[in-house]
Structure formats: structure tokens, C-alpha cells
């Protein structure tokens, strides 16, 4: 991996106040688009499905104390994290609240998201703008992440905490979907051998080579039958009961396919914005999603869309 010194840059003000305040904030995922690893003992890698759910993070300054106080007291990851900000840029302590809409155990980057708006926040406040590869550095040292520190859809390397390559946006679509139920605990799942096969191994490089393709084009077809994909394989890993319904449910009702939680309890199907009848589908969806589940809530979020940065849509794959 190639070394990338240029990790943060100043704020307007250099030296950082002696006591601050500071919000921001860090998308989810619906699971997954693809998750798997390359050919040759290459990285295990995922590819972001980012949804309009945020996870926040409310950080109070004050370079006379020692050591962070989080609310909720559980949330010890965040904790490390703001104190690792501090111990860089600016020591002092602080107290830091999180909140949002994004449910734990659920495979929706609940946790990585907590992580990336708590280095943004105390960054903040101390007068840092941390750039995505400083939070890469920083939440590296506490778990396997997902890529929620940059915008738009990428494939990462959540083991390594590295980019693997910026993939672009998604047409919108609505994820209607349901949860089996239970928790999953991340970090346990990813110190679980994988074992994948040589097969295995080349079939994830061609869908990952395939999803780029079909996001850069604005495939939505496309992006739903590598998904689709993509959930059948792991089955394996996390079994989803209801995987071979949600895949009939989807064809049935105009969807492109369905996504999973590769690391979690929730599965959906992907429903584009721009389908003909996309309202009625859409209750159709909700009412079928229901009966799956005995009337309890089924889940429904919007694909998270983004401002273009620039003229292209980011590093190639290869």
C-alpha cells in the first residue's frame, strides 16, 4: 500500500480555542453491495451502500480537562477515538454526545458511522479538518470499518481500514426491507476464516469489476444483479432465511434485486425511483415485505445521493 503523508490540514484558525463546540455527522449503509476478497490472497473488501440515515456526533471542548466523557457511557469506541483526535492535535478533554437513526447489530455501519462524525467533531472543535485518510489512520487502531468517511459509493478494504477505489454515486432507488432479527457482532464476524476458494476469489473480482462498470453508467439493473449475487454467496457466512423470497418478491415486483447485511440481520430488495408505476410497486413491496415478517415493521430508506466534487468519479480499480 502506497503511503499518503498528507493526512490533515489546518482550519481557518491554527491554534485551537480553549473551549469549542462542534455537530457533524456520518451516513449508513443498507449492508452491502458486494463483499467478498480478491484473487491471490488479496484484501477482503466490501463496496458502500450509503442510505439517508445518519449517526451524530455533539462534541464540547475544553482544553483544561483530561480525558472524554460520552453519553451514552457505552459508547466506548467513540471515546477512544476523540481522545486519539485530542492526543494528535490538541490535548485537553471534552464531553461527547451520539445520536441518530442508524440501529446497532443490524449490518447499517451503525458503528462506523458513531466513529467517523466523532473524529469529525472533535476535529472541529479544535480547529482540524481531518481529511478521509486521517480517519482511516485513526479508526484503524480500533476495528474493521466500513468506508462511511467518503462520499458516494467506494469499495474499501474494511479489514485494513484502506480505499480501494471511489466508485461513484447511485441512481436512487428506495431499499424496502426487513430484519430477521438478532445481532451480529462485526468485529467477531470478521475474525471468522473466511476460506474463500481460488473460484471464489476471481468470481468477486469480476463482480467488482462489473458493479464499477454498472455504477459509473447509472445501471441500476446492473447494480441489483451483482448485489443479488453477491447476497447468494454468503449465505455460507450469514445465513439469510428469507433470501430466496426476497429474490422472487423483487423480479415479481419490477425491483433490480436484492441487498444483505453480509454482516448483519437485514435484507432488501432495490427498488428504483424511475420504474414505471414506482408508487404501487413500492406498497406492493411494503405489504409483501410485511407478510414475510408477520406484520412486524418493514424497513424502508432511500439510496443517499451526492454533489459531484469534480470531473471524473474517482480512482480506477486497477
Given at each position: 500500500m502506497t503511503?499518503?503523508?498528507?493526512?490533515?490540514?489546518?482550519?481557518?484558525?491554527?491554534?485551537?480555542?480553549?473551549?469549542?463546540?462542534a455537530v457533524s455527522s456520518a451516513f449508513g449503509t443498507f449492508g452491502e453491495l458486494l463483499q467478498g476478497a480478491l484473487p491471490e490472497d488479496g484484501p477482503d473488501f466490501l463496496v458502500t451502500l450509503p442510505i439517508a440515515r445518519w449517526a451524530t456526533a455533539t462534541f464540547e471542548y475544553d482544553s483544561a480537562r483530561d480525558g472524554v466523557t460520552v453519553f451514552p457511557a457505552t459508547k466506548s469506541k467513540a471515546r477512544r477515538?476523540?481522545?486519539?483526535?485530542?492526543?494528535?492535535?490538541?490535548g485537553g478533554?471534552?464531553?461527547?454526545?451520539?445520536?441518530?437513526?442508524l440501529p446497532e447489530g443490524k449490518g447499517l455501519a451503525s458503528s462506523s458511522a458513531d466513529l467517523v462524525a466523532t473524529a469529525r467533531a472533535v476535529a472541529s472543535a479544535v480547529g482540524v479538518e481531518l481529511r478521509p485518510q486521517a480517519i482511516e489512520d485513526l479508526l484503524r487502531q480500533i476495528e474493521p470499518t466500513d468506508g462511511v468517511m467518503y462520499p458516494g459509493v467506494v469499495a474499501f478494504e474494511h479489514r485494513n481500514v484502506a480505499l480501494l477505489a471511489r466508485l461513484g454515486v447511485l441512481p436512487p432507488m428506495t431499499?424496502?426491507?426487513?430484519?430477521?432479527g438478532g445481532t451480529v457482532d462485526t468485529i467477531a464476524f470478521n475474525r471468522i476464516p473466511k476460506n474463500f476458494t481460488a473460484s471464489e476469489r476471481d468470481e468477486y473480482d469480476r463482480l467488482l469489476d462489473q458493479v464499477q462498470t454498472a455504477i459509473r453508467?447509472?445501471?441500476?439493473?446492473?447494480?441489483?444483479?451483482?448485489?443479488?449475487?453477491?447476497a447468494h454467496l454468503n449465505q455460507r457466512l450469514c445465513r439469510k432465511r428469507t433470501l430466496n423470497a426476497m429474490t422472487a418478491l423483487s423480479a415479481e415486483i419490477g425491483g433490480v434485486?436484492?441487498?444483505?447485511?453480509?454482516?448483519?440481520?437485514?435484507?432488501g430488495l432495490m427498488l428504483p425511483h424511475d420504474v414505471p408505476g414506482y408508487r404501487s410497486r413500492l406498497a406492493e413491496a411494503i405489504t409483501r415485505c410485511g407478510q414475510l415478517v408477520h406484520g412486524e415493521r418493514v424497513l424502508c430508506y432511500q439510496t443517499l445521493g451526492f454533489q459531484p466534487t469534480g470531473s471524473g468519479t474517482g480512482n480506477d480499480l486497477r
Open positions: 503511503s499518503r503523508p498528507l493526512i490533515w490540514q489546518p482550519a481557518e484558525h491554527e491554534r485551537s480555542p480553549s473551549r469549542a463546540a477515538v476523540a481522545e486519539a483526535v485530542l492526543a494528535r492535535f490538541s478533554g471534552g464531553s461527547l454526545r451520539l445520536s441518530g437513526s431499499i424496502v426491507g426487513i430484519d430477521e453508467a447509472g445501471d441500476a439493473a446492473a447494480i441489483g444483479r451483482v448485489a443479488t449475487r453477491s434485486g436484492v441487498v444483505t447485511a453480509h454482516s448483519g440481520s437485514t435484507i
